[in-house]
Nanobody, 117 residues
Framework: QVQLVESGGGLVQAGGSLRLSCAAS???????MAWFRQAPGKEREFVAGKGRTSVIARYADSVKGRFTISRDNAKDTVYLQMNSLKPEDTAVYYC???????????WGQGTQVTVSS
């Protein structure tokens, strides 16, 4: 079982930045790690993802050029740097891990990001 603990959420003004962290522990395949988000009244959506050894990251179109996902394999931690935040980025952000980019078996508890206009 893999445990994922997110941190770094909060309240920020539009145009500001936040950095989310997700620390992984336990036993389980977490070759792929990603961030998802869920806004009130909406379905959970993919934000960004990255493989353990891949230099290629994937992003939702809505965050391309503003968000950057990175991994520190030595610390077993994935980050999401969020710049130029918009009110529509307001959501609960979840960290996910799994064996590949289409199968996420483990989820964190979520961290709230609120962007004020």
């Amino acid at each position: 079982q893999v445990q994922l603990v997110e941190s770094g959420g909060g309240l920020v003004q539009a145009g500001g930045s936040l950095r989310l962290s997700c620390a992984a522990s336990g036993r389980g395949n977490r070759d792929a790690m990603a961030w998802f988000r869920q806004a009130p009244g909406k379905e959970r959506e993919f934000v960004a993802g990255k493989g353990r050894t891949s230099v290629i990251a994937r992003y939702a179109d809505s965050v391309k050029g503003r968000f950057t996902i990175s991994r520190d394999n030595a610390k077993d931690t994935v980050y999401l740097q969020m710049n130029s935040l918009k009110p529509e980025d307001t959501a609960v952000y979840y960290c996910a891990a799994g064996p590949n980019v289409v199968k996420y078996d483990y989820w964190g508890q979520g961290t709230q990001v609120t962007v004020s206009s």
